[in-house]
């Protein structure tokens, strides 16, 4: 065994740590090297993609500035990618543009309780979308029915009470007004268009599902053209369909394109379960710029109608008219029980029926005029009739095919206003 003295041993472990300080210090010097130019690479591809991208298009939503300005990426830093893709620019511009126009709006009803005593109870809740800075709001009509008081609650948490100020049953619209208070600047959603749409297109929608307000989902028109029966008088025409999630609470809120467009008002899903399945259902934003100027002036939609009381038939009936002799070669069609006197519908020359019969609860008159079409829509329920006189007005002549018996008949009438009740 060799011996060395306490000299030897301090000059050789200074030596060994003066060694080892040497070969870290080359080891970063190289490493650091390679990470730069590596680091430059990365720089330039990610400049050449965000280039590209935004090239693309030049009309998309920016997140702030300019609507119509083109997307730019953001670098994070050396050799990271961009923060938000292209896409996600999209949603974040329209979400940020347009989350506080949304509201949500809350209901109270009157109940009667077992001592039939009127008692006031928490309703329904929905949104709206801000349409006018004076703080006209618009929603479904499902959202504000039967509401004893409407209240609208804002972006920053304020609540205002409210009225509505028209309602369209019929294609389940209504407006509610608020009075803002001074220097509240709001800021309306303007209507776009839903002509040109198509399947596949993505779509936006911001509402409150469940009370959580100004939550925003994401999807794409997965059908168009759907017609949607809501109850026995109404079918919702030329529905637009989305993936995206709506859920209860998200009725009256807009329906957006990837460019910040309204482009419909969503209104339903279809669940067996009660939750978002992917099927929702908009009303066209078309249907709203048609009939929202006349909700805010009159608080109503003044339509034609046909002054009949008329049964859809159905094929026990129909077995019942053949084996009476008052039969026609149709299946499907509305029954003219009676006319009312002195009418329109009665001086076209519309006939009502004589022999009184019942079903069920229902009594009605069967001998009379059976209607098939109107306005050159067929017409084979009474959700059919109101369907084809939605957009007439009262004054307005239209086309009607009826059989008298086996014999069909073809007359213009004029049309009269259908009472509110039947709205």
Excluded: C
């Excluded at 130019?37 to 590209?52: E, I, N």
């Excluded at 995206?244 to 899903?269: C, E, R, W």
């Excluded at 059919?384 to 007439?392: F, G, K, M, W």
């Amino acid at each position: 065994m060799k011996l060395y003295s306490r000299q030897q041993l301090a000059l050789g472990i200074v030596a060994g740590a003066l060694g080892a300080s040497a070969l870290v210090f080359g080891s970063v010097f190289f490493l650091s090297r390679g990470a730069a130019r590596q680091g430059k690479a990365s720089v330039t591809v990610v400049q050449s993609q965000s280039l590209a991208e935004g090239n693309e298009s030049s009309s998309d939503l920016a997140p702030t500035g300019n609507p119509r300005a083109p997307l730019k990426a953001t670098q994070v830093g050396i050799g990271t990618e961009a923060e938000y893709s292209l896409d996600e620019s999209e949603n974040i511009g329209v979400y940020e543009k347009y989350n506080e126009s949304v509201v949500n709006i809350t209901t109270e009803v009157v109940r009667v309780n077992w001592f039939l005593e009127p008692v006031p109870q928490s309703g329904g809740s929905g949104s709206g979308s801000i349409i006018d800075a004076k703080g006209y709001v618009l929603t479904n009509y499902h959202v504000v029915k039967d509401a004893y008081k409407l209240f609208v609650n804002l972006a920053d948490g304020t609540q205002y009470p409210a009225e509505v100020r028209g309602a369209d049953p019929q294609n389940d619209l209504a407006v509610v007004k608020f009075t803002p208070p001074a220097g509240l600047k709001l800021r309306p959603i303007p209507f776009g268009s839903s002509k040109n749409l198509k399947v596949g297109q993505k779509v936006l929608a911001i509402g409150n599902p469940f009370g959580l307000e100004r939550t925003l989902t994401g999807g794409m028109v997965s059908g168009l053209g759907r017609p949607i029966q809501e109850d026995s008088n109404t079918i919702l025409q030329n529905m637009i369909q989305t993936d995206a999630s709506i859920n209860p609470g998200n009725s009256g809120g807009p329906l957006f394109n990837s460019k910040g467009d309204m482009i419909g008002i969503n209104t339903m899903i279809y669940s067996p379960s009660g939750g978002s399945v992917g099927i929702g259902f908009a009303i066209p934003v078309d249907t709203a710029v048609r009939i929202v100027p006349e909700l805010i002036s009159q608080g109503k939609i003044r339509r034609g109608w046909i002054d009949v009381e008329g049964v859809q038939l159905f094929p026990a009936l129909v077995e019942y008219l053949k084996q009476g002799g008052f039969g026609a070669p149709v299946e499907k069609g509305i029954l003219v029980s009676s006319v009312k006197q002195g009418s329109l519908a009665e001086k076209a020359g519309i006939r009502g029926g004589a022999t009184s019969v019942r079903y069920g609860n229902s009594t009605f008159r069967v001998g009379g005029d059976i209607i098939v079409k109107v306005d050159g829509l067929e017409v084979g329920s009474i959700a059919d009739l109101y369907t084809a006189l939605e957009d007439n007005r009262p004054g307005d002549k239209v086309a009607v095919e009826f059989y008298r018996g086996k014999q069909i008949q073809h007359i213009t009438m004029t049309l009269s206003e259908r009472a509110q009740e039947n709205q």
